[in-house]
């Protein structure tokens, strides 16, 4: 499973002899850039091999060997194969490394996480500011010297829980039964926060000039963080000049919990759960994408019958994502519930059947390496050919009745242009937006993983670019799903569901992996770093919404205000995944 | 002409509207309750299901189905009137658990101090734990389960001790008679295998 995939196509190294080198730690792969000739390089990449896509680009703390890395993925839109390229600087302050956002757009919002999470500077970065923690946070909190408030050991489990595990609160042992820590020179009462200066001044320097006419003010409107169109809590800083959008800029971090350290804290297994919370609409497709990572880590078979449950598993799951994508698309354009609650009933019917298989609606914690957690019983089998064969292609069909030719919404959405092919790419966007840009890039197809390739669909390809076509294909994805769903349910074998016995300790050997699976939002990518302990040294997510959102600023400016509202519906996003 | 599509839209749900009568209807004329029976609400879950969908919580509740998982207890088997957990405070609960709500305290012998396995004192932070089950999976002893009762809501902080974690074998075999019978299976084997092998006299050294 590993060897196709790892498989390198080209060779950096012999094209930039001295400048590269193939990389040589046992367990790796892919090519080490010095990074004085990093953007060289890189735009050799991309122009002479043909990698538009930068997938994933996130930083890598070696604290032991004194090193910050930062390390780059890229795949082609056309299929095949990744290429992973990486870059190193000496861990002092500060560490700087030149920026590649004017070859992938994409990095823009991925390199301010980096410099927000790990502090590395990204010289040549157009506005590199915080994006999820708040201006004038202290300290870099993935980096392995950073502690968090309550901090109790390095990785789980404590020893404080057993055999001697007296349960006592984490702040009964401050003293004043909490973790509050200032930095030095700093008083809370006269604090103002400074990281709104640089927010407005980036909507200044980023702004459209308007041409001619009349001499108008512009006007700074922050949208939410709570308005109901964000579907939680993003908040959008927008200069408008009458209703048209000049200028924007995305806040996030509202909802962040530094997802990645909990991981690093905790053992393989442990992180599996923690997964359901990213994108909580599909945990199916979460626990999916970790488990193919870990799994390629350790270079393990799936049993043949999980392989299909969890196809079935992850395609209702993009089934009732698109469904709720349309009801809650429909809902922000003014329709409040009709074609949501349309939309909720098949949601709800298949909710019923994760809760009967995996033991929760929506926090499914399915999926083991190896297989999945338990089997599904006869009945809850029949119930999902039911709903397959019998009742969701024609619910689809209703849903497409009652909606696709409403004048209010075809006047809403046709014609609204979201996004172009190359932008897409440049930007990094992945899933329907892409597709529905004309780009074909499905990784089901283009680089398959589990049993994808066995089976026989279409990647749902729209090519206007408009926000219809955004909602259209929608879907066909659905259809395309039922098409995948129907084969699995007829071909699925029986025999055991996991391929390991079951174990709470998993041996994973050293290495790093990058796995990534096609969410229903686009591409979820992990990124395992594993040093053959019980937890991952790195453990990365590579979250289809934050990526996405990377394009929201090109996709509205100089578009209406109104139309922000629907835009930022067409991108899907799910802040427990935006802001991890 | 312009209009149309919003007619089409209306006619589906002008559809869905008689829907709903027409399945209380027919269900009235067969004399079956559609509403607050486990038959109706059985039907409104099935493909089958038309009209109103609602499940009115709280004089309605959803079937819980067997692998539905909420917060953990602790499994104990009455013997000559007292409780006797079946934990051994092994500990592999709490290794698992990934928010690591889970605290025991082991037993140890008063008299050489050795360690005992029997918990003398088990936590659970209700309020930490995520309900993701690891404990109730990984446990050898089947003395961990999840719990059904979601009603738990309280004004304070919920770190439930051993006494209120303590629910007998008989509600475990209440909410989950599948699991249940399947272990209660899996041990009688073990143990008709090991008295067979008691029995039967050990094949000699050859």
Known sequence: MATAIETQTVDLAARFPGKVSAESRPGYSGFVVEKESLLEVAKAVRDEFGYDLLAALTGVDYIEQNKMEVVYHLHKTTGGPKLIFRTQADRVDPIEIPSVTPIWAGAEYQEREAYDLLGIRFTGHPDLRRILMWEGFEGHPLRKDWKEAFYEEEIKPYKSRWPEGKHTYAEFKNPFRDNLKFPPNFDPEKYEPEGEKDLYSSLERFSIKSEGGLKTDHVVVNLGPHHPSTHGVLRVAVTLEGETVMGLKPVMGYLHRNHEKIGERNTFLQIMPYTDRLDYFNSMSNNFGYAVTIERLMNIPVAERAEYIRVIMAELSRIQNHLVFIGMLINDLGSMFTPAFYAFEERELILDIFEAVAGSRMMCNYFRFGGVARDVPEEQMQKIKDLVFDRLPFKIDEMERLLNQNEVLVGRLKGIHVLNAEDAVHYSVTGPVLRAAGVPYDLRRADPYSIYDRFDFDVALRHNGDMYDNYLIRFDEMRQSLRILEQALKQIPGGPINSQKPNYQVKVPAGEAYGRVEAPKGELGYYVVSTGKQNPYRYHVRPPSFVNLTALEKMCVGKKIQDFVALLAMLDIVMGELDR | ?206
């Not at chain 2, 509403?35 to 099935?46: A, D, F, L, M, Q």
């Open chain 2, 1 to 206: 002409m312009y209009g149309l599509g919003i007619l089409k839209g209306l006619s589906v749900t002008w559809k869905r509207f008689w829907d709903t009568y027409i399945d209380d209807i027919s269900w009235a004329l067969t004399g079956k309750k559609r509403y607050r029976t486990e038959e109706g609400i059985k039907h409104r879950s099935s493909k089958n299901t038309r009209g109103i969908f609602t499940v009115q919580y709280p004089e309605e509740r959803l079937i819980t189905p067997e692998e539905f998982r909420f917060v953990p207890f602790l499994v104990y088997e009455e013997k000559d009137g007292k409780k006797e957990p079946r934990c051994t405070a092994c500990g592999i609960c709490s290794k698992v658990c990934p928010p690591q709500c889970i605290w025991i305290v082991r037993s140890s012998d008063p008299v050489t101090g050795k360690p005992v396995s029997t918990p003398a004192e088990f936590y659970i932070d209700m309020d930490i734990c995520m309900n993701c089950g690891f404990c109730a999976e990984y446990c050898p002893f089947d003395a961990i389960k999840m719990d059904h009762d979601i009603d738990i809501a309280s004004y304070g902080r919920s770190v439930y001790n051993l006494e209120k974690l303590l629910k007998p074998v008989s509600y475990y075999a209440e909410i989950r008679p599948l699991n249940y019978n399947a272990e209660e299976e899996e041990r009688r084997a073990k143990e008709a295998a090991k008295a067979a092998r008691t029995a039967a006299p050990a094949t000699p050294a050859a």
